[in-house]
């Protein structure tokens, strides 16, 4: 018998099986999936998929960026893959192999820095360690490749394999199964009607069955039939027209048409024609929409595989490179300067710091060195868990520490930001190695020596030279140091030209021969932003003086006139009795009338066009104080007071409204007139034009608010609906509210009926049923009687018919 045992290595065609099954069953329901596959149980089908097939299990190399999660995850939560796995993105698998990997080349690492390796031939790896041995069973087959499929296979395996095949297939759902059912049931009906017609007719009873079409029957009807009108009809003119005999060779396939395979395998001769001419052409083929699709699904594949161009933030901003860029060209003009002189003293003075240098090769940015943070982080995970039992006492397990590590704060790893590669750390030297005779020499390299440090691009050797890189030095090797600079020194001073006392001055040519030995503050040229701040005070003052310059309707914002009647207001003046009040009135009725138009024009209503056509006399703002003063003297003087007293604002109130309402518009006239001064007539004249008036403002007010509505009921008609759905919410809410306020009342009443009849109810009950006992204790008491008097009188019949028998027998 051969005991077939599940799991071992996964083949190609279970891979497929279980894909297709998992389309088909989904991802719950794994015992039915692994009836397909004899040789795998529910629980590896489910390992297989979640370790391997699922689509989105990441199989690409890892990167930095994951190594440094899962160390720094396997610190935290050691031993917890399962739970690190979806934190870093692979399965569970996948970072306990990689975390041995990582952990395998901190020990080579370790090991190749400390020379642990021999003469002798090297050890067996990790990889060889863990790599399985003839005859070994692989404890997770899952996680691994798939194995290709023999060309000769098993008959079990060709008997799994069609019968995934039948059981994928069959993808009818419900309603497919149901409409079988039905066509089925319907067949069934069919035959046994058929059946009994049968029998009925060889019995002699014929019936004719009707049978039921859906469309016409072609048989009895004549589709699309027009019947001619009853008469007879002149057949002349097709006698006269001509017959189209048919040619005595008839090609058959001319008469039927080309059938749709010939149409289309010459297609398909034309398509391969014109892909070989555009082959020879060197044209690009036309691709199908399907393959278009793949292409753009492999192409949104590969993009989404590339990882993101992560820039490091910049170290020297915007302002900082404007700063440089500024410095150099001040260093660039100054050199300039410097070798325009004649003076070879003057052109010592200053070096070359030119960043371009054509004679040597740029030197490449350098960036702080930077520790492998994934290396550090296994070295210390691999001595963390090589270590001994704490309870064996002695120094802790030595950790490399460094501030670049992944840390222990939250569940992703710690990152040092990134630098830029600055060139200001990488300085440039000269293009000779030699000072010029007016320099002071810097410290010489000899001639075939590695720098040991990038040296400074320091011409004049200005800045302090270091002890040629190294970090800590023997007291001989500083004494060798000093001596040396010393050397240096004096041969530096040595070297020095001879002094000349020859000066050149040169004076500035904006200098004037009248500058005293004090600048004064006239002769010092005005900033930029000084004078732009200066002329912006200028016109904010001048501004705030024409503002104060304005009259004071238009600063009050007073109620003006639409249009000005210069002749009614100039008219005015005329009524005055005394000629010298009269010539004052008509100066303020012209003044009047020239300040109107000024403000008409220069501050129009709404949003017209300002005029500059009228002309106002100007006045300083002393004058107009002035004016002022001596208009307010004089109105206090008209008041009966003093400069000193107040005016009372109650009095003049009353004298205005006073004053204001005994004058009326009289229309005739058009202009207003005491009313006294005028008749009935031109009073309700008066009256009417102020109703009509009053009448074309209601309905200006009104087609305004009309459409002010309109605009409302556009902007809120959502707003009105929801209120009115609302309220017919809140008022079938208080109608229920009231229908259950009264079941709750009627409730409680009938609970306290029913607490009162209970007790009386179940009184009379309790009676009843004492009276049905003692009602069933008789009637079980007769029905004992009665059966012993019945067997009584059945034995008595007994005797009786056995003492008949016997007297019978008796007898004969």
Avoid at 446 to 459: I, K, N, V, W
Avoid at 608 to 616: C, D, E, F, R
Avoid at 644 to 666: L, P
Avoid at 749 to 771: D, F, T, W
Wanted: proline content about 5%; glycine content about 6%; aromatic content about 4%.
């Amino acid at each position: 018998m051969r005991v077939l045992i599940k799991g071992g290595v996964w083949k190609n065609t279970e891979d497929e099986i279980l894909k297709a099954a998992v389309m088909k069953y989904g991802k719950n329901q794994w015992a039915r999936i692994s009836s397909l596959l004899v040789r795998k149980s529910p629980k590896q089908c489910k390992a297989r998929w979640y370790e391997w097939l699922d689509p989105s299990i990441k199989k690409t190399e890892w990167s930095k960026e994951e190594d440094e999660k899962l160390l720094h995850l396997a610190k935290l939560m050691p031993t917890q893959w399962r739970t690190i796995a979806p934190i870093v993105g692979r399965t569970a698998s996948q970072c306990l192999e990689r975390y041995q990997q990582l952990l395998d080349e901190a020990e080579q690492k370790e090991g190749a820095d400390l020379g642990l390796t021999g003469v002798g031939d090297t050890g067996p790896s990790a990889d060889d360690v863990r790599r399985l041995r003839p005859g070994e069973i692989d404890p997770d087959p899952e996680t691994k490749a798939a194995r290709p499929d023999p060309v000769d296979m098993d008959e079990d395996e060709k008997e799994m394999l069609s019968e995934a095949r039948a059981r994928l297939a069959n993808t009818q759902g419900k309603k497919a199964k149901r409409k079988a059912r039905e066509k089925q049931l319907e067949e069934a009906r069919r035959l046994a009607a058929l059946q009994k017609r049968r029998e009925l007719k060889a019995a002699g009873i014929d019936i004719r069955v009707k049978k039921k079409t859906k469309g016409m029957d072609y048989n009895a009807d004549i589709p699309l039939e027009k019947k001619p009108a009853p008469g007879f009809y002149d057949t002349t003119e097709e006698k006269e027209r001509p017959v189209q005999r048919m040619g005595s060779r008839l090609d058959l396939q001319k008469l039927e048409g080309k059938r749709r395979a010939e149409v289309e395998a010459e297609e398909r001769k034309k398509d391969a024609k014109k892909q070989k001419q555009r082959k020879e052409n060197g044209e690009t083929s036309f691709v199908p929409g399907s393959s278009m699709q793949l292409n753009k699904l492999n192409e949104a594949q590969q993009l989404t595989r590339r990882k993101k161009l992560l820039l490091p933030s910049p170290q020297v901003g915007e302002s900082e490179l404007e700063e440089i860029v500024k410095i150099g060209i001040a260093g660039e003009n100054a050199r300039s300067i410097a070798e325009e002189s004649s003076v070879d003293a003057t052109r010592g003075l200053l070096g070359t710091y030119s960043t371009i240098q054509s004679g040597l090769a740029a030197r490449t940015p350098r960036t702080p060195a930077a520790a492998d943070t994934v290396m550090m982080e296994a070295r210390n995970l691999r001595a963390l868990s090589s270590a001994q039992t704490p309870l064996l006492g002695g120094e802790n397990t030595p950790l490399i520490q460094s501030a670049t590590g992944t840390g222990f704060q939250g569940a992703t790893p710690r990152h040092a930001p990134a630098q830029t590669p600055n060139p200001l750390l990488t300085p440039l030297r000269s293009a000779s190695g030699a000072s010029t005779g007016f320099t002071t020499p810097g410290r010489g390299n000899q001639a075939g020596a590695t720098p040991l440090r990038t040296p400074f691009r320091d011409e004049l050797s200005i800045n302090a030279d270091g002890d040629g890189g190294f970090v800590e030095g023997t007291p001989r090797a500083e004494k060798m140091r000093l001596a040396s600079v010393r050397k240096q020194v004096s041969l530096g001073l040595a070297n020095l030209p001879a002094p000349k006392n020859e000066f050149e001055i040169r004076l500035p040519e904006e200098a004037t021969d009248d500058v005293s030995g004090d600048l004064a503050p006239s002769a010092m040229e005005e900033d930029a932003a000084d004078a732009d701040k200066r002329r912006k005070e200028l016109r904010l003052a001048q501004k705030q003086a024409e503002l104060r310059r304005r009259t004071q309707v238009i600063q009050r914002q007073l109620p003006r006139p639409m249009s000005i009647n210069a002749e009614g207001i100039l008219g005015a003046a005329q009524d005055e009795q005394d000629e010298l009040l009269r010539q004052a009135q008509h100066m303020i009725s012209e003044e009047l009338v020239s300040v109107l138009a000024h403000d008409q024009a220069k501050f129009p209503f709404g949003n017209g066009q300002t005029s500059k056509k009228v002309n106002l006399e100007q006045f300083t703002d002393d004058e107009l104080h002035e004016a002022r003063v001596l208009i307010k003297q004089e109105s206090e003087k008209a008041l009966g007071g003093d400069e000193n007293s107040a005016i009372n604002m109650e009095e003049f109130a009353e004298i205005w409204e006073r004053t204001s309402g005994s004058y009326i518009y009289a229309p005739s006239l058009e202009k207003y007139v005491k009313s006294e001064d005028i008749g009935e007539g031109e009073r309700i004249a008066s009256m009417s034009d102020i109703l009509e008036k009053n009448r074309k403002k209601m309905g200006k007010e009104a087609a305004r608010a009309a459409k002010v509505e309109k605009k409302l009921n556009v902007v809120l008609g959502g707003y009105q609906a929801r209120s009115e759905a609302l309220v017919e919410k809140l008022t079938a809410a208080y109608e229920e509210l009231d229908q259950v306020t009264i079941e709750l009342s009627s409730f409680r009443n009938l609970n306290m009926l029913e607490k009162v009849a209970i007790p009386q109810r179940i009184h009379s009950i309790q009676s009843q049923v004492h009276h049905l006992t003692n009602r069933e204790t008789e009637l079980q008491k007769q029905y004992a009687n009665l059966s012993v008097e019945r067997q009584d009188i059945q034995e008595r019949i007994n005797q009786l018919q056995a003492h008949n028998q016997a007297n019978n027998s008796v007898g004969a």
